[in-house]
């Protein structure tokens, strides 16, 4: 079995996993989950109406073990154990880098380190063969610390199209709920009002539109601040459609324009925004009029999980199957704790995904 943990925010997630050592095994993982636990920390950063990082690192110290012990009946099932080592909160990413590294000594298993953004690339691949993208895939990840389009060539070629230049998407519908006296999470709380709301009562820029390499929410967000002071309270629900519409109208240009350049096979939506609704209907519709095949990562793992860390961790074992099934500890040096990781490995909450796809003990 495959232990993988994810620790990456305010989501304490564990998955469990058979391994299978065949090639493009990650396309099975979905078939290979055993079980998965999660401790969200919503109700403890609610009050504060975002994420507090060292409030964040405590909670996880509390919940991994509690969790471990929920979800690993018996520990001598183990045989490899992957964990998120970046991009994040440090504080967070430390938490669950030492835990796994405890694990990985005490039962002499080897660690697989993840990065984040590629498990929300892979998390398109937890559904079935048919609903399955198909390379070359252009990729949409928003979230609320990340926005960017990328062409994956492979699995571990990965090409960057545009990102943001200042806020992420995910950041800006925070943001805005927070303008709009919305409650924490603020994202999900203004798709619920915008769903109430009528398109077109309000007018708002959509920035970078003949810059097909960025985004920008900032002057957004101040209209919508301008915006406030002058609507009354009974108008927001119109607000709040009107600028989440704003929000769909950036992202979709910039997609467009990559597929009429790169022409790719499927698109993937993926990342914690892409659980919006209104942004999942308006790109399904747009992108297969120009014979694209669209995918979305299942709603339940668009926001941070473990189960998308288990898809990185099971094509990095499918590449090397060899090796992983005949890993000794501490067999190669006194450092060594996975294939080609060193006990000195620590996190990285800057990673990013480009040029150093899969590099990930070391680089």
Not at 19 to 44: G, R
Not at 234 to 251: F, G, M, P, T
Request: charged residues 25%; proline residues 5%.
């Amino acid at each position: 079995m495959l232990l993988s943990i994810e620790t990456s925010c305010d989501e304490t997630a564990l998955c469990l996993s058979k391994i299978d050592y065949s090639a493009n095994s990650y396309k099975k993982t979905l078939e290979n989950i055993n079980e998965e636990v999660i401790a969200s920390q919503i109700k403890l950063h609610k009050i504060y109406g975002g994420v507090v990082p060292e409030l964040a690192a405590r909670e996880h110290t509390k919940n991994l073990p509690l969790l471990f012990e929920q979800l690993v009946k018996d520990k001598s099932k183990l045989k490899a154990i992957a964990v998120t080592t970046g991009p994040g909160l440090k504080g967070c990413l430390l938490i669950g880098l030492s835990f796994a590294k405890a694990v990985a000594q005490s039962l002499k298993i080897p660690l697989i380190p993840v990065n984040h953004l590629e498990g929300h690339f892979f998390s398109g691949f937890l559904q079935t063969k048919e609903e399955q993208p198909e390379y070359p895939i252009l990729t949409l990840l928003v979230s609320g610390g990340h926005t960017m389009l990328f062409v994956a060539k492979s699995p571990q070629d990965f090409e960057l199209i545009a990102k943001t230049r200042d806020d992420a998407a995910g950041e800006a519908f925070d943001k805005g709920a927070t303008l709009l006296g919305l409650p924490y999470p603020g994202g999900p709380s203004l798709s619920k009002r915008a769903e109430l709301g009528q398109l077109g009562k309000f007018e708002f820029p959509v920035s970078m539109q003949k810059d097909d390499s960025s985004f920008s929410f900032s002057g957004l967000k101040t209209a919508l601040s301008r915006k406030v002071e002058k609507t009354d309270k009974q108008d927001y629900n119109d607000l709040a459609a009107s600028y989440q519409e704003a929000i769909v109208k950036s992202l979709l240009i910039k997609c467009i324009a990559a597929i009429k350049k790169n022409k790719p096979k499927s698109f993937l939506l993926t990342g914690g925004v892409a659980a919006n609704q209104r942004l999942r209907d308006v790109l399904k519709e747009k992108i297969e009029e120009h014979g694209v095949k669209f995918v979305v990562t299942p709603r339940k793992w668009c926001t941070d999980n473990a189960a998308m860390i288990s898809v990185v961790a099971q094509y990095k074992i499918g590449l090397e199957p060899q090796r992983y099934e005949s890993f000794k500890y501490l067999d190669n040096s006194a450092n060594s704790i996975g294939v080609d990781v060193e006990n000195s490995i620590t996190v990285k909450p800057r990673w990013p995904i480009f040029n150093s796809a899969f590099n990930l003990a070391l680089d």
